[in-house]
């Protein structure tokens, strides 16, 4: 018997759509729920543009340039918040 697919939308389209639809969840509620929220996907995207590989191509691990993007904007989040102890 074949499987039967439930998904409304083709499956090249379900995680950019997926990824989104988190995204906007997450931007929406962090603040209801106690959390500081940053969306990594613009920085990756421009780290993208000039050449960089953030992920490995093999899995959704982050490379040591990805772990530096994400580092410099969670600090600078950090900062902003006023919880780290230089400004």
Known sequence: MKARSFSPIHKS???SRRSAAQRKWFADN???IGYNYV???PYFQE???KGVITH???N????AQGQEVVAVHVWDMLRKLGVTSTQ
């Open 13 to 15: 389209e379900q995680p």
């Open 30 to 32: 962090a603040s209801i």
């Open 39 to 41: 969306d990594m996907t």
């Open 47 to 49: 780290a993208a543009a």
């Open 56 to 58: 490995f191509p093999s």
């Open 60 to 63: 959704v691990h982050l490379t």
